[in-house]
């Protein structure tokens, strides 16, 4: 492990219950891997879907965005800024993320705007070597 929620929480401002990012792996230049450990106890589990729990599709594009935030923010020119969800594009949920599962989370850097303001990551969530989620992030630095 690279990175613990301590160690995330001095990139990114998300605080408990809504830091969704348990643990960062790696991280290159322009990806990064992290792992969210989906835990029975989480708190959405008590009114969505509660007969079947199953993580709520925002809430799984939340954590890649927490991800891809972290890669983001790592980078020297973006330290002590936030990174805003200014869009998310193309988002599939071919296999859904119930509690005992292990995410494995990539986001890799696809691009950065011309003076800097903004960023857009490829981003996919994995569970046992299944996609459950695969979008395109675009991040609004400030």
């Known amino acids: 492990m690279l990175m613990d929620k301590e160690q995330i929480k001095e990139i990114i401002p998300h605080r408990e219950p809504f830091l969704l990012v348990d643990e960062i792996e790696s991280i290159e230049e322009n990806k990064i891997i992290g792992i969210k450990h989906v835990r029975e106890d989480e708190y959405y589990f008590k009114g969505h879907f509660p007969q079947k729990k199953v993580m709520p599709g925002v809430l799984i594009v939340e954590t890649l ?12 020119k973006f330290k002590g800024k936030l990174a805003y969800l200014g869009g998310i594009k193309k988002a599939r949920f071919p296999h859904i993320v119930v509690p005992g599962d292990d995410l494995v989370l990539t986001a890799e850097l696809q691009r950065m705007g011309s003076r800097g303001g903004t ?24």
């Open 119 to 142: 960023a857009v990551c490829k981003a996919v969530i994995k569970e046992s070597g299944k996609t459950a989620c695969e979008c395109e992030i675009m991040f609004i630095i400030g």
């Open 65 to 76: 965005a927490q991800t891809g935030a972290v890669a983001v923010l790592s980078q020297e």
